[in-house]
């Protein structure tokens, strides 16, 4: 049972991202602040959920939110400044953006660049212990992946609209064949897979 992370001393707010281990498109991450008597049902870490149940709840979060929002950093930036620095800066736009100010921070993993102002605490899978950082897993994958199937459109062959943007064998076969798009991660190898392993990523 996840729990309701809400300090009775701070108004927090639970940041996480989505997209890092990609191959194409940004990484996105989502900021919220929850009620403190926030009930969601079956909110967990989203790469636990259906695609039909994180759009349910994206819907309910969106709706009684004390405040929410998400953020991106788009593949350019982050050949520029890593992946790492790219998913905390997504982090720290989301939080910029937010109707309300946090006066505290919950962050999924395990490091973080701290935001100006506003102490933190990083908390290993906190998208499986804690109820704000579990929808800001559901905003930041759902928006992105909403991203990435607009996308997929204009890019058919790459099948993001499957993937993501993710490694898959269909994925990388394509990007060996019909080349990278503007979108490609250039810093991120696109190996042969039919001479290495490749993970087959659950969307």
């Known amino acids: 049972m996840l729990l309701n992370c809400y300090q009775l001393d701070f108004l927090e707010a639970g940041c996480d991202e989505a997209g890092r281990g990609c191959l194409a498109g940004p990484v996105y991450a989502a900021a919220v602040i929850l009620p403190p008597d926030f009930v969601a049902g079956v909110l967990t870490d989203s790469k636990q959920l259906t695609h039909k149940q994180r759009v349910v709840l994206r819907e309910i979060i969106e709706k009684e939110a004390v405040a929410w929002a998400v953020a991106a950093v788009d593949n350019h930036e982050i050949d520029e400044i890593n992946i790492l620095n790219a998913s905390f800066l997504a982090m720290h736009r989301a ?8 006066e505290y921070l919950s962050i999924d ?28 897993s559901i905003l930041a994958k759902t928006h992105r992946d909403e991203y990435m199937e607009n ?14 943007g993710y490694p898959t064998k269909v994925h990388r076969l394509a990007a060996l064949k019909e080349g990278l798009t503007p979108f490609h991660r250039k810093t991120f190898t696109i190996s042969n897979p039919e001479l290495t392993l490749f993970s087959e990523i659950e969307v």
């Open 95 to 102: 939080i910029e953006k937010l109707a309300v100010k946090p």
């Open 109 to 136: 993993g395990n490091r973080f660049k701290a935001y100006p102002g506003v102490p933190h605490s990083c908390i290993v899978k906190g998208d499986g212990k804690y109820l704000n950082i579990a929808a800001a």
């Open 151 to 164: 996308l997929a459109v204009s890019y058919p062959a790459y099948q993001w609209h499957q993937n993501k």
